[in-house]
């Protein structure tokens, strides 16, 4: 009788992963292999568009960019989800620029500015800390990207 029910129990289970694996491959996602060209919001743009390697970045985790990405729904841009969606600086009654970060945050050209910038400075001070210690080692340094105007806005 125990036999039995070990068997059932097992045979549940078993149903259970390849439903859990059939159901898993009915999810599709599609991922821009490429280069993704980021487009300002404004008409007004003092650089051009930034041609963004998507694929170069897929050693990263998705949600450190795509910060409000519940792992299921389709990724959209940042500019039409209500995150990044301010074409101007917000500015305060004052007509300087907010101190709200929250605003600032809003403001598409922090947002990139912020995240892509932020995370080449943070590659690069980790190699710089990792060669600073001379330390031997077969690690490989990690690329790092551009954190100059011009190396992502180049001119025409």
Same mark, same amino acid.
């Given at each position: *009788?125990?036999?039995n /029910?070990? #068997?059932?129990?097992?045979?549940?289970?078993? /149903?259970?992963? #390849?439903?859990?694996?059939?159901?898993?491959?009915?999810?599709? *996602?599609?991922?821009? *292999?490429?280069?993704?060209? /980021?487009?300002?919001?404004?008409?007004?743009?003092?650089?051009? $568009?930034?041609?963004?390697?998507?694929?170069?970045?897929?050693?990263? $985790?998705?949600?450190?960019?795509?910060?409000?990405?519940d792992?299921?729904?389709t #990724?959209?841009g940042?500019?039409?989800?209500?995150?990044?969606?301010?074409?101007? /600086?917000? @500015?305060?009654?004052?007509?300087?620029?907010? @101190?709200?970060a929250?605003?600032?945050?809003?403001?598409?050209?922090?947002?990139?500015?912020? *995240?892509? #910038?932020?995370?080449?400075?943070?590659v690069?001070?980790e190699?710089r800390?990792?060669?600073?210690?001379?330390?031997?080692?077969?690690?490989?340094l990690?690329?790092?990207?551009?954190?100059?105007?011009?190396?992502?806005?180049?001119?025409?």
């Amino acid at each position: *009788m125990r036999k039995n /029910l070990w #068997i059932a129990a097992a045979a549940l289970i078993g /149903l259970g992963l #390849i439903g859990g694996t059939v159901w898993a491959a009915e999810v599709e *996602m599609c991922v821009p *292999m490429g280069t993704i060209t /980021l487009e300002p919001l404004s008409a007004e743009a003092k650089r051009v $568009s930034v041609e963004f390697p998507h694929a170069v970045h897929f050693g990263y $985790s998705c949600q450190q960019c795509h910060h409000t990405w519940d792992r299921e729904s389709t #990724i959209s841009g940042c500019s039409t989800q209500g995150c990044h969606d301010l074409a101007e /600086l917000p @500015k305060g009654e004052d007509g300087r620029p907010s @101190k709200d970060a929250a605003l600032q945050a809003r403001y598409f050209k922090n947002a990139y500015h912020s *995240m892509c #910038i932020g995370c080449h400075k943070a590659v690069n001070q980790e190699n710089r800390k990792l060669q600073a210690t001379r330390i031997p080692t077969d690690q490989k340094l990690a690329a790092s990207g551009p954190t100059g105007c011009i190396q992502c806005h180049p001119t025409e």
